[in-house]
């Protein structure tokens, strides 16, 4: 078939809402689109261990320090799943840690921001995984089967991960002065970053058009971003706790809350590696895979030796 057939015959199994799967054909775009968004996923979540993991010695009690712990697990597992979607593409995993470690590629600017009290702790909870379900939710109906069915799972415990954020914000809320003090200072450092989670405004945006079409996004950066504010207004009023945006107003003409202005300038910085955080965070990757260099090694080792063992029929 030509080359233009077979794109044809891609968009309209597509358009069925039929999934492609590794061996399909598909067009050389989209291929390189989905590494692109899906090891950029990856890396966010391996990365997104880091703000968290700071404060896993320092949790307030064993029972928030079990739940941080299996918090931060669940990470590195959605980190895993995610990197063995994208080596379904044709990247190796490897490649994608180079990547990262060298700062080619880009991970979510949120995790570029400190986490200075406990109660960032419930600010990232709340407000980070709530930003990550709701862009991560319409991951599942993707157009790529094995990146949709490892968002399933992945949604599932970002989903508790949320909660439990809440949760700490509660019991911060309904505890002393200082303690509404410290989770009110941790909402207002990061509900902006969190707003910039879901990415440059629509116009801004070059990836959205295409990435619709191939129903590999199902909502524009907009769309998520403005689900996510409706969302948030009523949860902040559960928790008694402010929003830091003085714009933030019921829109009753077109049913949504309006924001304020979203400082790009920020955002742009941020990604371009000049965050807060950026440098310490690639130190941190960079340190972590060259100390489990050996993990890797005997790994490897012990894969030859029990392979050599099963060509001599030692092993089943
Ligand atoms: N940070 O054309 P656009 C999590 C880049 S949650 C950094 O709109 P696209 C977690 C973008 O990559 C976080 N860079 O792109 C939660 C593009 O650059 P390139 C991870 C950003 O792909 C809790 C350029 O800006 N979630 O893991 O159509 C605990 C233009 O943007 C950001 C995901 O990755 C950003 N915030 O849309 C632990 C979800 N935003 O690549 C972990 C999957 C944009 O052209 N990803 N850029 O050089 C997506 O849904 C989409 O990739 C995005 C961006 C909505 C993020």
Not at 65 to 86: M, N, R, T
Not at 184 to 201: E, K, V, Y
Not at 233 to 256: C, F, M, S, T, Y
Request: with cysteine; net charge neutral.
């Amino acid at each position: 078939m030509k080359e233009a057939d077979l794109e044809k015959k891609f968009q309209d199994k597509v358009d069925a809402e039929i999934r492609i799967e590794p061996r399909d054909w598909m067009p050389e775009k989209y291929r390189k689109t989905l590494i692109r968004q899906i090891s950029q996923h990856a890396h966010s979540e391996i990365v997104g261990m880091l703000p968290e993991g700071n404060w896993i010695s320092r949790a307030p009690s064993l029972k928030r320090k079990v739940g941080l712990i299996a918090k931060v697990q669940d990470e590195a597992g959605h980190g895993l799943y995610l990197y063995s979607a994208a080596e379904t593409l044709g990247i190796d995993r490897d490649t994608m840690f180079q990547q990262l470690n060298s700062g080619k590629a880009k991970y979510s600017s949120i995790f570029n921001y400190p986490t200075i009290s406990w109660a960032d702790i419930g600010a990232i909870g709340w407000l980070v995984d709530g930003a990550a379900i709701m862009n991560q939710v319409p991951l599942c109906r993707c157009s790529y089967g094995p990146y949709a069915r490892a968002m399933v799972r992945v949604c599932k415990e970002e989903s508790f991960h949320q909660r439990q954020g809440f949760e700490i914000l509660m019991t911060l809320m309904n505890g002393s002065q200082e303690q509404k003090d410290m989770a009110q200072n941790a909402i207002d450092r990061w509900w902006w970053p969190s707003m910039m989670m879901f990415g440059p405004t629509d116009d801004d945006s070059p990836n959205t058009v295409q990435s619709m079409k191939w129903k590999i996004k199902r909502y524009t950066n907009d769309e998520l971003r403005q689900k996510f504010v409706d969302v948030c207004v009523d949860q902040a009023k559960v928790l008694g706790i402010n929003l830091p945006d003085p714009d933030l107003k019921w829109n009753e003409e077109r049913g949504h809350y309006d924001f304020g202005a979203i400082n790009w300038d920020e955002f742009w910085n941020v990604v371009k590696g000049n965050g807060p955080c950026n440098k310490q965070r690639l130190k941190t990757r960079n340190e972590a895979y060259d100390n489990g260099a050996w993990v890797r090694e005997a790994a490897m080792a012990y894969s030859e030796k029990r392979a050599a063992r099963k060509a001599a029929g030692k092993v089943a």
